[in-house]
């Protein structure tokens, strides 16, 4: 099992920046395929991005392509989302997300476990 603990939203002007990260518990941190989700409100949750095990297969909501970067570093048990250019359709609450599987996948229902969240906001 893994505990994961997002931080790192605020509120920030569009066209600004934030960095999330996502802290794992636990020493098998290497063995998850890693994702990032947001919700809305009255919206579902939305796929955001995922990087597999090894940190060389990483994929983009096509919303966010371009604008936000993925990376996840072993030594740290740690993932993080670069968020660049944001718009105020980017404000949600962000979750990080992790799978027992191998390869990634854009479904909420593929991950595991679950951080708490935390917000972002983006004003226009």
């Known amino acids: 099992q893994v505990q994961l603990v997002e931080s790192g939203g605020g509120l920030v002007q569009a066209g600004g920046s934030l960095s999330l990260s996502c802290a794992a518990s636990g020493r098998t941190f290497s063995t998850y395929t890693m994702g990032w989700f947001r919700q809305a409100p009255g919206k579902d949750r939305e796929f955001v991005a995922a990087i597999d095990r090894s940190g060389s297969n990483i994929d983009f909501a096509d919303s966010v392509k371009g604008r936000f970067t993925m990376s996840r570093v072993y030594a740290k048990n740690t993932m993080y989302l670069q968020m660049n250019s944001l718009k105020s359709e980017d404000t949600a609450v962000y979750y990080c997300?992790?799978?027992?599987?191998?390869?990634?996948?854009?479904?909420?229902?593929?991950?595991?476990?679950w951080g708490q969240g935390t917000q972002v906001t983006v004003s226009s």
């Open positions: 997300a992790a799978s027992r599987a191998s390869s990634i996948s854009s479904l909420p229902r593929w991950y595991d476990y």
